[in-house]
């Protein structure tokens, strides 16, 4: 028996690692090999997974957060190589609900990271869990960034596709889930459109409607503007650094997972991409809240486990030691794996 564990992290409580390792120990299953592969599709936790997969020497920065307050922000570097996660510096995150807002909020910090990692060629950065929408112009007046940028060869890893601006784009879409109300998507939107303008006519490249440069607020359409980047769909590129197909092509179940899924699952997160790559192998989800269950299961969901209970307020579902015993009890108690 061989069982393949790849989850993502479950956000806002356990990295996708811890979620591996409990998944693991709470299998019930004697003698089977058991593989943990941890995942991410770009956003929160994509710098511990391919910091593992790269085996990178993990590095810390004083850099300042979407309110210009400074904290400490990791990234990792291998060879020359660094792996940034646009979150640690201008995520969600590190705000609190109520500080949300896109008017004010910057992507300097992101800038500030970078430049901790000056004397690497080669920039693999995660654009998820951003608490901005800037288009990257906080990240671009950082001293040095744009001559950094145009000497390096950058890889951006997201699972959004929204162009810069426009009724699909960074502000419209995403503004309003970082805090934005509808006044502020309007200035936004017309920020957006200038500094798209701007853009232009410094590099000659128009990255208004340019797939995925909305992703981040509009980082992405800076990276594409000041560097030679490239978008990649975060999950696909991810399952290929860290060699899933090749450990999934003979087992006998899969096991991913996620905080919450639901529909939105579908739409290229991280257990939809396992999914896609599970060569007809059962995939069993095992997410923290599963809405949409008859759709998840339609596309192809062997079994559905939902870890925590709908009684249980969401602060002490949060709390890592709780999600913890309840994953591990969730797998002990629902789990089919060769009985099925």
Request: aromatic share 6%; proline share 6%; with cysteine.
């Amino acid at each position: 028996m061989k069982i393949i564990v790849a989850p993502d992290s479950y956000k806002e409580c356990l990295p996708a690692k811890q979620v591996a390792q409990t998944i693991s120990r709470a299998i019930e299953c004697p003698g089977a090999e058991i593989i943990e592969i941890p995942l991410a599709d770009g956003g929160e936790g994509t710098l511990d997974v391919l910091a593992g997969t790269f085996k990178a020497e993990m590095r810390e920065a004083i850099v300042h957060d979407p309110l210009g307050r400074p904290i400490k922000a990791s990234f990792g570097v291998a060879g020359d190589t660094a792996i940034i996660e646009v979150a640690q510096a201008c995520g969600l995150g590190l705000l609190e609900p109520a500080e949300r807002n896109p008017i004010k909020a910057s992507s300097y910090g992101v800038g500030e990271l970078l430049m901790a990692a000056v004397d690497c060629d080669n920039f693999i950065i995660g654009l998820g869990g951003s608490a901005i929408c800037d288009g990257g112009v906080g990240m671009l007046s950082v001293p040095g960034v744009k001559q950094l940028l145009a000497k390096s060869h950058v890889e951006l890893l997201c699972d959004v596709y929204a162009p810069f601006v426009g009724a699909s784009g960074a502000a419209r879409v995403f503004a309003p889930q970082k805090g934005a109300s509808p006044d502020d998507v309007e200035v936004l939107e017309s920020r957006m459109i200038a500094t798209a303008n701007a853009y232009y006519a410094e590099t000659g490249l128009d990255v208004s409607f340019i797939p995925g440069s909305g992703a981040a607020g509009g980082l992405a359409g800076a990276f594409l503007a000041f560097s030679s980047a490239r978008i990649s769909k975060g999950i696909e590129r991810i399952l290929e650094l860290t060699g899933f197909d090749i450990a999934a092509r003979d087992s006998d179940f899969i096991i991913t997972g996620e905080g919450k899924s639901d529909a939105q699952t579908l739409l290229g997160k991280v257990p939809y991409g396992v999914l896609q790559h599970s060569r007809d192998v059962k995939v069993i989800l095992v997410s923290g809240r599963i809405d949409n269950s008859s759709e998840l299961l339609a596309s192809g969901f062997a079994q559905l486990i939902e870890v925590t209970p709908r009684t249980m307020p969401l602060p002490q579902a949060l709390n890592p030691e709780t999600a913890k015993s309840l994953l591990e009890s969730a797998i002990k108690n629902h789990f089919l794996g060769p009985k099925s």
